[in-house]
């Protein structure tokens, strides 16, 4: 009796300090990208201290963790970008499937045709995840067929990066605002000038045999002519063609013209950047939170920085654009309580979206994007159209294949110098073999 009393007594205790003692501890594996920042934010947990992609989710997980009533932990692997989902695939056939992960919308479907991803409109319901506050593009995101299969986390598409200081000296600044190209004979002169006037280059990017960034400005420059990448329903892709040509040529000649680094991994592309030693940087809008940061702080090379949309130099304003979303892989052993904590997480992460889009990304909440404080964020204004004009491949199987190949191709062209005309051919016919093999 008197042990009952004194546990009750110790439960009313607890409770009346406003938190529910949990029946036992719950353990949650989350499996990320992103980087490994644990050494400088291991155990903050105050979020106006994070910064970047990797200080902010670091720091959300340390807030869950420090603040919620089920005794649940979420413990975290962090997995390099560019074997991510090569390691999350191996965790199903090794047994060790963790509770969340993160997922880009361009791989979400080679996850549902599988059935390896669990349905969470129930469980968003049950934790008070409003779905109808998603916007249109990002619950489009998470959505195949009528099921929805993950939290959407963000929209992120590219951007100009732009050392302002640069522009100037190159009389390349109207106004106070960047006189930006609408063609791509006014995109080749402006880099002319640049390099006449400066002698720094007028884009960086990354241009390796493996790096992603001239895809996704080779599929901008094709949607910007009216025409699609891949066919809505992922029958044909539209890559030898007019457009196509238009689009390749405009890249070749950036790179022959000496406008582009072709040396320059992602890394290297950033940090000529950051130094000051390009006017232009295409990256997305991932880093606008750093690089607004490193511009301030006053050590960067860089010191008057500005981010624009990217232009129109065709007949449409497009962009390439992919989200951030969160899952959970099915895992028959998954217990309920964990089942419930992962939910838990889930909604903490959808109530600090406003917190996510801090780093440049844009947020996914309607009542996020229309708040006086996501408005106020730096840059903002700058790119408020991305939402907008942002493309995406279609939702099919073999994105990451089709994208594997296209980068391949491309690169052929200014690291070995093949041409627009042997490039256009191989890089269609070997995408269109993946699409048929996925449609099987």
């Known amino acids: 009796m008197r042990n009952s009393f004194l546990a009750a007594l110790l439960t009313g205790t607890v409770l009346a300090l406003g938190h529910a003692a949990p029946a036992h501890s719950v353990e949650l594996n989350l499996i990320r990208f992103f980087g490994d920042c644990a050494n400088e934010y291991g155990n903050v947990t105050e979020l106006d201290k994070a910064v970047g992609e990797c200080g902010i989710i670091q720091v959300l997980t340390n807030k869950f963790n420090a ?68 916007a249109p593009a990002a619950l489009e995101a998470v959505t195949v067929g009528e099921t929805v299969y993950g939290l959407p986390f963000d929209l992120h598409a590219l951007l100009f990066h732009i050392n302002m200081d640069l522009m100037e000296q190159a009389g ?84 022959s013209e000496g406008h582009i680094n072709s040396r320059h991994d992602y890394a290297a592309a950033e940090q000529a950047f950051l130094a000051g030693d390009v006017a232009i940087l295409i990256n997305g809008t991932w880093v606008v939170d750093s690089y607004s940061t490193q511009a301030e702080g006053g050590e960067a090379g860089l010191k008057n920085y500005r981010v624009a949309n990217l232009p129109n130099l065709f007949s449409q304003d497009a962009v390439w654009s992919d989200s951030h979303l969160w899952v959970m892989p099915v895992d028959q052993s998954r217990s309920d309580e964990e089942q419930k904590a992962a939910l838990a997480f889930l909604a903490f992460l959808n109530e600090h979206n406003y917190d996510w889009a801090r780093t440049g990304h844009l947020a996914v909440r309607t009542s996020v994007l229309e708040s006086e404080q996501f408005n106020a964020l730096p840059q903002r204004s700058n790119y408020a159209e991305t939402s907008q004009i942002a493309r995406a491949l279609p939702a099919i199987p073999g994105q990451r294949a089709i994208q594997d190949i296209m980068v391949s191709e491309l690169s052929s062209i200014w690291l070995a110098g093949k041409s627009v005309d042997d490039v256009l051919p191989s890089m269609q016919r070997r995408v269109e073999q993946t699409l048929r093999r996925s449609q099987r």
């Open 172 to 255: 390349l600044v109207q106004n106070g605002q960047p006189v930006l190209p609408s063609s791509p004979e006014e995109l080749l002169q402006h880099a002319k000038q640049m390099k006449e006037r400066t002698g720094k280059n007028y884009f960086a990017m990354e241009s390796g045999a493996s790096e992603f960034m001239p895809v996704r400005l080779f599929n901008t420059w094709v949607w910007q002519q009216g025409q699609d990448v891949i066919a809505a329903d992922g029958s044909a892709a539209n890559l030898d063609s007019d457009a196509g040509r238009a689009a390749a040529e405009l890249l070749a000649t950036l790179y």
């Open 67 to 134: 603040e919620n009533d089920l005794g649940a932990t979420v413990n975290t692997q962090t997995v390099d970008w560019g074997t991510y989902y090569d390691q999350l695939s191996a965790t199903y056939s090794t047994g060790s499937i963790p509770d969340i992960a993160v997922m880009h919308r361009s791989v979400l479907p080679n996850f549902t045709t599988r059935n390896l991803v669990e349905p969470l409109a129930e469980g968003f319901a049950e934790v008070g995840v409003d779905t109808k506050d998603f």
